[in-house]
């Protein structure tokens, strides 16, 4: 992963998401020789990684998860195709479209999400109630919540930072992750453990509920690997629960494209790598075209 990448203001083509549809889209791109920029988190890609036995991917008999995510990031590193660890939290439709991150923003002619589905479900009032208290990012939102009290739900350890962070300025942060081995929290963090089952509120967030105890919050941010797609893009069409798309991988948004598990099942990487290589393709068309 490239820590150290200088964001340039403008790109062709933004990929959003590192799991093998992300990576095989950005293949073709580099490829087809197109400025493009490749985002993801901070591991590519969980779900890869735990696979335990992977036997129905062609050319690999016999392979784990993990190795075959190390063969992919390999033959992206042979591509000298560098990976940006940023998390994407808007994408505003253009073309260009703005994408921005926590504390960053840049423009793309045309965009491709693969950006995998969140093994969690939402919270009953979590949709109700974003923005009203209830957001994805506390160190974009953390200034509001200064000598306030606020939970944090995270998934992984990226929270951490995060936590730490708004233990600096909030009258209390209480801490409930869900991952194995927490490691450095500020001491003034409280963490909790429970299952969760709702968020109360009315015009404002007003409690997270446990099944063990009522927490009451002035604000609220839950962090998943994955943001639903519909949050990141305003206007995005969805099926069930999926980034609606045709045949070419474009979605209702002109020069907006999709690919892998979050446009639907079967979740299987065979299908993830072959829509990120058509994404990519259908993305590359609608640039050249704009172009002429
Ligand atoms: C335990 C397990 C075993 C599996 N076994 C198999 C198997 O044997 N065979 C098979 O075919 N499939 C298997 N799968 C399914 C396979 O792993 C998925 O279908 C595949 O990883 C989907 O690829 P993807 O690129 O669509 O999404 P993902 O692999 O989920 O990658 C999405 C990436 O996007 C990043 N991302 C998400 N949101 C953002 C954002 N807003 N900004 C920047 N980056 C973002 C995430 O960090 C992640 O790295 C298994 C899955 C699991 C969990």
């Known amino acids: 992963m490239s820590d150290d990448i200088q964001l340039k203001s403008h790109y062709e083509l933004a990929i959003v998401g590192c799991g093998p549809a992300g990576m095989s ?15 993801g988190g ?7 990684a735990k696979a335990p036995h992977v036997d129905n991917y062609l050319g690999f008999s016999n392979i784990t998860g993990e190795e075959l995510r190390q063969n992919f990031l390999k033959h992206l590193e042979d591509m000298e195709i560098p990976i940006v660890p940023l998390k994407i939290l808007n994408v505003y439709p253009g073309p260009p479209f703005t994408l ?13 999400l693969a950006t995998g589905v969140s093994p969690t479900k939402l919270l009953p009032g979590e949709t109700e109630l974003l923005g009203r208290g209830v957001g994805y990012c506390a160190t974009c939102d953390g200034p509001l919540y200064k000598g306030k009290k606020v939970a944090i739900i995270s998934y992984s350890k990226e929270g951490e930072g995060e936590a730490n962070y708004m233990a600096e300025i909030c009258s209390e942060v209480i801490y409930i992750p869900f991952y194995k081995d ?9 963490q909790k453990k429970g299952r969760l089952k709702e968020i109360t509120g009315g015009m404002k967030v007003e409690k997270l509920v446990l099944d063990n105890e009522e927490i009451p919050v002035d604000g609220l941010f839950i962090l998943r690997e994955t943001l639903p797609a519909e949050q990141i893009v305003p206007g995005l069409e969805m099926d069930k629960g999926a980034i609606l798309v045709n045949r070419d991988l474009a979605t209702n948004i002109p020069g907006l494209y999709a690919a892998g598990d979050c446009i639907g099942q079967p979740y299987q990487l065979n299908k993830a790598v072959g829509e990120g290589g ?8 609608f640039i050249d075209e704009m172009k002429k």
């Open 25 to 39: 889209a950005a293949l073709n791109a580099k490829i087809r020789n197109k400025d493009f920029i490749l985002l």
């Open 42 to 48: 901070d591991f590519c890609s969980p779900k890869l």
């Open 100 to 112: 921005m991150g926590a504390n960053e923003s840049f423009t793309a002619d045309a965009v491709i």
């Open 182 to 190: 927490v490691g450095h929290l500020d001491p003034r963090i409280i």
């Open 278 to 285: 058509i994404a990519s393709l259908s993305a590359i068309k």
